[in-house]
């Protein structure tokens, strides 16, 4: 199946440890960078877009474009990793570009903590617009991450199809980038 081959699943990376094959260790770098780009549906498509589109355009300025794209898959590759840091066994594929989007929301709540967002807010019935900050929104969606990833610790039959982990571990990287960049623009004003 094309997802077996492309997805990145951890238990492969600990047989690696095992005594894997360069041919094992060829396979798996090569899940690592192509599974950003499989996805589950044009539901789980779409949401990263909108994700990038809200998010990814200032972080683009400024990174530049060639930093960005390094960025994202750099992020990807992070949000694969932590995931295997928790499943370290898991035999089922990782796919989608969780890890990247959730850097690009790290490096934005970093960089941007008093920027706002217009979302669409269900108000009894009725949906609206409202502008939040996006530190609120965003710190929402990682109390979701980090609540969701914890069941996934702490309750031995929780099953998810969605790489908690991933995510918490991509926008870690992308806390830790932004804060890398400005401490080294700090350095140079000074």
Not at 28 to 46: K, M, Q, Y
Not at 156 to 176: K, L, R, S
Request: net charge neutral.
């Amino acid at each position: 199946m094309l997802l077996d081959k492309y997805g990145f699943i951890p238990g492969n990376l600990t047989g690696l440890f095992e005594g894997g094959t360069f041919e094992d260790a060829s396979s798996l770098g090569l899940a690592l960078l192509l599974s950003p780009f499989f996805h589950v549906g044009w539901v789980h498509i779409g949401g990263n877009l909108l994700y990038l589109r809200v998010f990814g355009d200032n972080v683009n300025d400024a990174l530049g474009h060639l930093r960005y794209v390094l960025f994202f898959i750099v992020g990807c590759v992070a949000g694969n990793l932590a995931q295997f840091a928790f499943e370290p066994i898991s035999s089922r594929p990782i796919i989608g570009a969780s890890g990247g989007i959730a850097g690009v929301l790290g490096f934005y709540i970093t960089t941007f903590p008093r920027a706002r967002v217009l979302t669409l807010f269900p108000a009894l019935i009725v949906l609206m617009f409202i502008e939040v900050h996006a530190s609120a929104f965003i710190g929402v969606w990682c109390l979701q991450q980090f609540l969701n990833g914890f069941l996934l610790v702490t309750d031995g039959t929780y099953q998810a199809d969605i790489a908690w982990f991933a995510h918490i571990g991509g926008f870690i990287f992308g806390v830790a980038v932004a804060v890398i960049i400005r401490r080294k623009r700090q350095r140079q004003v000074a």
